[in-house]
């Protein structure tokens, strides 16, 4: 058994084989199952606390793939119900992108595939669309509600993913002003990492991106002697020294001791950012040097509670590049950290008070199956070979960069090691995303509000209805803020802005 559990197989599915056998033990199972399905009762209460926490790229979820990853019986999760189907096309693409997703579940409009934050009457990549088309973050708009707020990624924070939740780009490309194109810093546009500093006070923000924060040529604090890894910015500004200076309680850090030195509380805000890039796979971690994704996670929620109004928080770990790679155990070693750190909030939080959602983007063209017996490494061989007289891994990928030919021949399976690529059919440089619906999982408050198939951008709504954030926060349910602040609009979601997109609808 490694350190991740990663198939794990005894004498205890010896014994719940051996009683499979038996009818009764699935009565018995059907019956618990029953009883306590009947004995739910949905938490009509609001929200006090949401976190959403986002497996880039991971479907399916989490019953099967991810379940045998961590336990090699083929069980699910710790992750919660219900479960319901949620398309996921952007408004100009069948198989979705992270940004368009992004934009979806966390601002509650769909949009076009590689933008951020704006609606689909913004083009790609034209700035001068961007204005007037912004669509605002629920995440925003619990900051304003007088919530604490915060984002936790391994990816860089100025991603996809979490970019929706504070960046208004045309082009999810654009992470420092040395990105943009000429014509867009000539007409204005911000670029994202400008955009995390400027447009939400976030109180919390751990990740990657170190080197889209400072000035070109400004040495890493991790690798001083690689160039490669220095700043990026043009214009000079050091972004993290700018937060630091309209902050207070204020800090920042770089690796995982300055992280651990934290006094969680004591501090009202908190940026770490562990990597010029992108933060490193699990597999490939320093544990002594980097913070994995339950550390990161608890260290947020442990600031972010002490709020009396509560929190939203939004956890994403990156699944997707591992698929991207085509090396399945890379992904599937990130969903099991996922499923950890889902398992360290809820430890961390009272479940009666807190909406707790788990999600996918979007999937991949990534399969599991070949007839494979029960306690069989999910990262093992099918029992029977292919027609070529080859054997073949039960994992294996529609297309990517596995694919490979040795003489006209599909290549015997070496070892599968966390490197190793599952072979593919179609040959890509970048394995693809899939157009398949995704699942949602949810606990707490309003979770019954999850139920039968749904848009992606249906979760933004329910995270506000239950949170009492804007445009539902005038409800009579909702509790007056403890510490009132300023609200702000909040486009493509205000009740006006609804009712005039119906009346438009209407008139068509």
């Known amino acids: 058994i490694d350190r991740l559990g990663i198939v794990v197989v005894g004498a205890s599915l010896v014994i719940e084989i051996a009683l499979e056998k038996n009818p009764t033990y699935w009565n018995a199972k059907a019956w618990r199952s029953l009883e306590s399905a009947l004995a739910l009762t949905p938490n009509t209460r609001r929200a006090k606390n949401v976190i959403l926490f986002l497996g880039d790229g991971e479907y399916p979820l989490p019953v099967s793939e991810e ?24 408004v100009d693409r069948q198989v979705p992108d992270s940004a368009g997703t992004g934009t979806a579940y966390l601002c509650g409009v769909k949009t076009n595939a590689k933008t951020l934050g704006v609606s689909a009457a913004a083009a790609y990549g034209k700035c001068n669309t961007t204005w007037g088309n912004e669509v605002t973050s629920v995440l925003h708009r619990a900051r304003k509600s007088g919530k604490s707020v915060g984002i936790v990624t391994t990816t860089r924070v100025q991603h996809a993913s979490p970019g929706a939740a504070y960046a208004h780009s045309v082009s999810r490309d654009w992470y420092s002003d040395g990105d943009l194109s000429k014509e867009a810093a000539r007409q204005g546009c911000k670029d994202i990492a400008y955009q995390l500093v400027h447009n939400t006070d976030i109180n919390v923000i751990l990740g990657g991106g170190r080197m889209y924060m400072t000035p070109r040529r400004t040495p890493d604090p991790e690798y001083p002697a690689d160039p490669k890894q220095n700043g990026t910015r043009k214009d000079g500004i050091n972004l993290i020294q700018r937060w630091l200076s309209t902050k207070e309680a204020a800090h920042y850090v770089w690796d995982k001791e300055g992280l651990d030195a934290v006094d969680e509380n004591s501090t009202d805000y908190l940026m770490g950012l ?9 597999l490939n971690r320093n544990a002594s040097t980097d913070p994995s994704l339950v550390e990161m996670t608890e260290k947020a929620v442990r600031i972010l509670r ?11 770990d990156e699944v997707d590049h591992g698929h991207h790679s085509g090396k399945a155990k890379q992904a599937l070693t990130e969903a099991v950290m996922l499923d950890r750190a889902v398992e360290r909030a809820g430890d961390l939080t009272d479940a009666s008070e807190t909406l707790t959602v788990v999600t996918a983007d979007h999937s ?11 306690g069989n490494s999910i ?10 007289k080859r054997p073949y891994t039960s994992i294996l990928y529609g297309n990517g960069p596995g694919y490979a030919l040795h003489n006209g021949s599909r290549p015997d399976v070496g070892a599968v090691d966390k490197d190793y690529r599952q072979q593919a059919a179609v040959p890509l440089d970048v394995e693809t995303h899939a157009g398949e619906d995704v699942a949602i999982m949810a606990k707490g408050p309003m979770a019954h509000l999850f139920h039968s198939t749904q848009e992606q951008h249906y979760i933004a709504h329910v995270l506000a209805y239950a949170g009492c954030i804007e445009p539902y926060h005038a409800d009579p349910a909702c509790p007056v803020p403890l510490v009132p602040e300023n609200r702000s609009g909040s486009p493509g979601l205000t009740p006006h802005a609804l009712l005039a997109a119906l009346s438009l609808f209407l008139q068509l």
Do not use: C, I
């Not at 319901?84 to 952007?90: A, G, K, V």
């Not at 562990?274 to 699990?282: A, L, Q, T």
């Open 67 to 90: 379940g045998q990853a961590d336990r090699g019986t083929g069980r699910g999760l710790t992750w919660a119900h219900p479960l319901s189907p949620l398309q996921t096309y952007n």
């Open 274 to 282: 562990f990597e010029p890039k992108d933060m490193k796979y699990e």
């Open 306 to 316: 002490r709020n009396p109004n509560g929190f939203f928080l939004f956890v994403e």
């Open 364 to 374: 991949h063209v990534f399969t599991f199956g070949g007839s494979t017996p029960r």
């Open 379 to 388: 990262f093992g061989l099918a029992p029977k070979k292919a027609e070529d």
